[in-house]
């Protein structure tokens, strides 16, 4: 990919402020999922159709 | 026997074994050649005979497609669907290909094709990936679904699947790979349609598929502390189905609970609970239960895929709920 990129002359700084950019938004992403609770398991039954749950056991 | 192998080894062999007892059989699908397929089954086998195993592009309907064609040469196909999930992709080709050749052709041509698929949910996979299959390919004449769940069974039933000359769905519970048990180094045969009691009982008649027969050997272990005496059947063929062996049953027991993963509506369960109905309803002592995942998609987050599972607490309950009807 950096090939790539270089041959359309994106500059190396550009291109290293895109991996920067990129890094942070996964490890943001990681820290919120790690620190958020479960969700609630009767989530499941939400969705599957629109204006109708889905039974329960 | 003496010589514990795991699930996955020992449909390893079996393939190693049929393919050196006849040069018709052959292995094709996605990465099961070069790389010995996602889950390793069929690993060693282009090293062996590299003619005899193909890679494919991924398009599983061009894997049934050709299967269909090899088999109607007198070929025998071993395909695998990496995912049962993807055998919607080859949904037409299975269809409106394989389980009809034979009845077209006036039974003048056989389409002798194992498809191999893992099906089942348990490893955090989601919704495309974790889904169990079978209804989607009972309801077809002409398929025939084997689905073993111990190693010893999945070797005897997949050689007697190479060998049948029928369509034949091989379901892989992907949690049952890493499971072991005693199977025998040489090769050997188990009939297909033709149920097994694994555990004889003479209150409840229990019918588990796949993965399911560890819930329901747990929960007769449980109902034994009650003198509750519970009869396993694993059906090993899903469909057509030994209706011989369960109705014995339930005419011994009166009661029937039947446990399998995948949705309630119109699953497997469904249908073995109509043919009792039907043909045993004079038998029955109480409503017949089903054990299932709930009617929804298998969810990615591990709290609800837990929670729309079936489990060993869910067993217990219904056949509980059955003893005091």
């Keep these: 990919m950096v090939k790539e990129v270089q041959i359309h002359s994106c500059l190396k700084s550009q291109l290293e402020e895109l991996e920067k950019k990129a890094a942070e938004e996964v490890e ?12 609630d398991p009767k989530n499941a039954l939400k969705h599957v159709y629109a204006g109708l749950e889905v039974e329960d056991r | 026997m003496g010589r514990i192998v795991s699930f996955g080894k020992a449909i390893n062999e079996a393939l190693h074994q049929e393919m050196e007892r006849d040069e018709s059989v052959f292995i094709i699908g996605e990465d099961v050649a070069k790389m010995g397929g996602d889950f390793g089954i069929t690993r060693g086998i282009w090293q062996r005979w590299p003619d005899r195993a193909k890679d494919t592009a991924l398009s599983e309907a061009a894997i049934i497609g050709l299967s269909c ?23 037409d080709q299975l269809v409106n290909n394989a389980a009809k050749l034979r009845f077209m052709f006036n039974g003048e041509v056989n389409c002798a094709i194992v498809v191999r698929a893992a099906t ?15 209804p989607w390919l009972m309801c077809v004449p002409g398929l025939v679904i084997v689905a073993p769940s111990t190693p010893y069974d999945a070797k005897g039933l997949l050689i007697a699947s190479i060998r049948n000359n029928n369509p034949v769905i091989f379901l892989e519970h992907k949690t049952l790979y890493n499971s072991k048990g005693e199977v025998p180094e040489e090769i050997y045969e188990l009939e297909l349609f033709k149920a097994e009691v694994k ?28 003198d509750i005496g519970v009869e396993i059947i694993d ?21 029937l609970v039947i446990v399998h993963e995948g949705p309630k509506g119109l699953g497997f369960g469904a249908e073995v609970s109509a043919m009792v109905t039907e043909e045993m309803f004079e038998y029955l002592k109480a409503p017949i239960k089903r054990v299932t995942t709930l009617d929804v998609h298998i969810p990615f987050s591990p709290v609800l895929e837990d929670y729309v599972a079936p489990t060993t607490g869910h067993v217990v309950k219904a056949c509980q709920e059955t003893m005091e009807f």
């Design chain 1, 28 to 39: 943001a992403m990681l820290k919120f999922s790690l620190e958020s609770p479960y969700p």
């Design chain 2, 235 to 255: 059906p090993r063929t899903l469909f057509p189905l030994d209706k011989a062996t369960v109705f014995e049953s339930v005419a011994k027991t009166g009661r």
């Design chain 2, 69 to 91: 064609g090899a088999a109607i040469s007198d070929l025998r196909p071993v395909a695998e669907i990496m995912f049962a999930d993807f055998i919607g992709v080859a949904y």
């Design chain 2, 120 to 134: 089942g949910g348990g490893i955090r996979c989601a919704y495309h990936h974790s889904q169990c299959v079978e």
């Design chain 2, 199 to 226: 555990k004889e009982g003479t209150d409840i008649t229990l019918v588990a598929t796949m993965a399911m027969l560890k819930l329901a050997y747990e929960a007769a272990e449980e109902l034994a502390g009650e």
